[in-house]
């Protein structure tokens, strides 16, 4: 069964603090992860990663894939209010599942002044 | 504007009742996506669509019912089948070529069973 975990589900830091977002994943025929930030109700793109160890960046928000470990991990440095959202994770197959993405649970990041 | 329109964004409805989420776009998207939130739970596939008159469900189909008759329409109907239809609803669309990359969102519909 296809998944994507994520962990961790909360977390709280202070204005000015470095957070890693991480995101596993189980999908058949891998072709892409992505990265949304939803602050109250769309989620809002910020990252498509589809090969190993090429960092995004946007800012202070950076993304990096490992395909041989499964893993994906989304890293903000110098934190402020605004980065308050959920942060989820999803993966997308080819194949059979094409066209469907696989969602994690979400983190909820909250930053305090 | 290009974009995708989510009616209504909040709804009432009693124990027993059908209701239906509109979900309207003028991207010219191929394909169609309805997705339910819970709290903590992230975004689970309710059904989706690749082409017109064509959908395939996702991972928790039951109770809900869709079509496709139109390219830019994708409407969910939430049937008095459906255990715990009180959740958030996001429609979303891609271009096929782009499938398995960004989807688009529309704002949701937050539908409340009383």
């Known amino acids: 069964e296809d998944k994507v975990v994520q962990s961790p589900l909360s977390l709280v830091v202070h204005e000015g603090d470095t957070v890693t977002l991480n995101c596993s994943y189980e999908?058949?025929?891998?072709?892409?992860l992505l990265w949304y930030k939803q602050e109250k109700k769309a989620p809002t793109f910020l990252f498509m990663l589809t090969s190993s160890g090429i960092e995004k960046k946007s800012g202070r928000l950076s993304s990096i894939l490992d395909k041989k470990e499964l893993f994906s991990i989304l890293n903000i440095t110098a934190t402020q209010t605004g980065d308050s959202a959920i942060y989820l994770c999803a993966g997308g197959g080819r194949g059979s599942t094409l066209g469907r993405l696989y969602f994690g649970r979400g983190t909820q990041l909250t930053v305090w002044p | 504007d290009g974009g995708i329109t989510q009616s209504p964004k909040y709804l009432f409805r009693k124990e027993g009742q059908n209701v239906t989420l509109s979900c309207e776009q003028n991207?010219?998207?191929?394909?169609m996506y309805w997705y339910r939130q819970d709290p903590g739970q992230g975004l689970r596939l309710i059904y989706y669509?690749?082409?017109?008159?064509?959908?395939q469900k996702g991972d928790i189909a039951e109770g809900y019912s869709v079509s496709r008759e139109k390219k830019e329409s994708f409407p969910l109907t939430v049937t008095s089948a459906q255990k715990n239809p009180t959740a958030f609803y996001l429609c979303?669309?891609?271009?096929?070529?782009?499938?398995?990359?960004?989807?688009?969102f529309g704002e949701g519909s937050r539908l409340t069973v009383l």
């Open positions: 669509s690749q082409i017109v008159n064509d959908f």
């Open positions: 979303a669309s891609t271009p096929l070529q782009g499938v398995n990359g960004e989807l688009f």
């Open positions: 999908v058949t025929n891998f072709r892409s």
């Open positions: 991207l010219n998207h191929d394909a």
